[in-house]
């Protein structure tokens, strides 16, 4: 069936989610202390003022506030070529999409990768070489283009010595790739910056950047309010900053991230559903919203034995939503307990537009976003029209944009 038909009623102008932004207002650093960005909070219609550091004093107890925990890898990596010339090749995600991210990263000797590569006509010879210093040896890192695809390349790494992890090279050979938004050097502080406190599962190449106001001090505040923290991982590519070239929200072509999630998380979820349940990030919340179809299509039997199940990105669209979001999680765990799994790995093309009917959310801490971006269609499917007010406003009162910059806490009505 062609989306264009299905959704004739939602053929959104892209122009629609325009707003005007000034380059003076997209944070290039980030504060000096974290939690001392400003926080826009919208309840009841109301935009309050506020620093995040003052965050709990909005969230209500009991309920359950879920974090993004994956990691920033340095993905790109500088080659020299024989002639001198400088190849960048930018790491996407593993070339075989149904292995885990995290898993990828350790392994040795060889791997393959989906990549972007810079300066492609200057790559003459077969293999191109970096020398690296790493653990007091010479390290030698060899990238071969091996296919061409039709939006990047997938390249094979080599090292030696091959006892070090695909991870440890990164760490040494690559740089941190900040939004091409944000434009100056990289420095070493953005090494711990442009990423979360509670940073763990190696695998983005963005960072799920609503999550960088937090602090220690915070998470204990949200701990003495009875709030409970828990995390799951949504592996960000590059696709977070595709623009959207195209006229209508329906031509668009979302881009697909692999999502992990443990059985016991789920198992929570299904318990605050009646509590309150908040996404800090859209990253976070796209994935939550996932599980509800995931769940769907589970409980339709509308996969095979062996096939992979996947969220597409019309499909809370096309798909008619029959069981309750407590029914389709309860579909994942038993899924999970037929196949003897304790964590779900799946992919998510989820696109969020207005006219989204919410299943599991009910708060959403976010940043402020691009014009013409699918998050700003996001958020207005989360608050409705009066996105553009809260925007208005946050412009007119010196908030700063994207992500280094303040944040907002939003509430559906």
């Not at 949504?234 to 696709?239: N, S, V």
């Not at 979001?325 to 989820?350: D, G, M, W, Y």
Request: net charge negative.
């Amino acid at each position: 069936m062609e989306s264009a038909n299905v959704f004739e009623h939602l053929s959104y102008s892209v122009k629609d989610f325009d707003y005007p932004l000034p380059t003076e207002r997209i944070a290039t650093f980030p504060k000096e202390k974290r939690d001392e960005s400003k926080l826009l909070v919208y309840k009841d219609q109301k935009i309050i003022d506020v620093y995040y550091h003052q965050i709990d004093q909005f969230l209500p107890s009991d309920s359950l506030l879920v974090f993004n925990n994956t990691r920033v890898i340095q993905a790109r990596v500088h080659f020299k070529t024989t002639a001198g010339a400088t190849v960048e090749i930018f790491c996407l995600e593993p070339a075989d999409k149904h292995i885990e991210v995290n898993l990828a990263m350790q392994a040795t000797k060889t791997c393959r990768w989906k990549c972007l590569v810079g300066e492609l006509r200057k790559w003459k010879e077969e293999k191109i070489y970096l020398e690296i210093p790493l653990a007091g040896e010479k390290a030698i890192l060899a990238a071969k283009l091996v296919e061409k695809q039709s939006d990047a390349f997938i390249i094979e790494f080599e090292w030696e010595p091959s006892t070090f992890t695909f991870a440890e090279i990164l760490e040494k050979a690559g740089k941190i790739p900040l939004p091409p938004y944000i434009k100056r050097e990289l420095n070493e502080e953005d090494k711990k910056r442009y990423q979360t406190i509670y940073a763990e599962h190696e695998g983005s190449v963005a960072a799920p950047t609503a999550g960088l106001h937090y602090t220690p001090e915070i998470f204990e505040k949200l701990r003495k309010k009875n709030i409970d923290l828990d995390y799951l991982t949504l592996h960000i590519g590059a696709g977070t900053f595709k623009p959207i070239k195209t006229e209508t929200i329906v031509e668009h072509e979302m881009h697909s991230e692999q999502l992990v999630v443990e059985k016991k998380f789920i198992e929570k979820l299904i318990s605050y559903l009646d509590k309150g349940i908040i996404a800090v990030g859209t990253t976070s919340l796209r994935t939550l919203e996932s599980l509800y179809w995931l769940g769907l299509k589970i409980h339709n039997g509308s996969i095979g034995n062996g096939d992979e199940v996947v969220v597409n990105q019309w499909d809370p669209y096309q798909l008619e939503a029959t069981i309750s979001p407590a029914e389709a999680l309860q579909a994942v765990v038993a899924f999970l307990e037929k196949n003897k799994q304790e964590i779900f790995l799946s992919r998510t093309s989820l696109l969020i537009i207005p006219g989204y009917e919410w299943k599991i959310i009910n708060a959403l801490a976010t940043n402020f976003h691009q014009p013409k971006s699918t998050l700003v269609m996001l958020v207005a499917a989360f608050i409705g029209d009066n996105w553009r007010k809260i925007y208005d406003y946050a412009l007119e009162n010196e908030y700063r944009f994207l992500s280094y910059g303040d944040g907002s806490l939003l509430f559906r009505s």
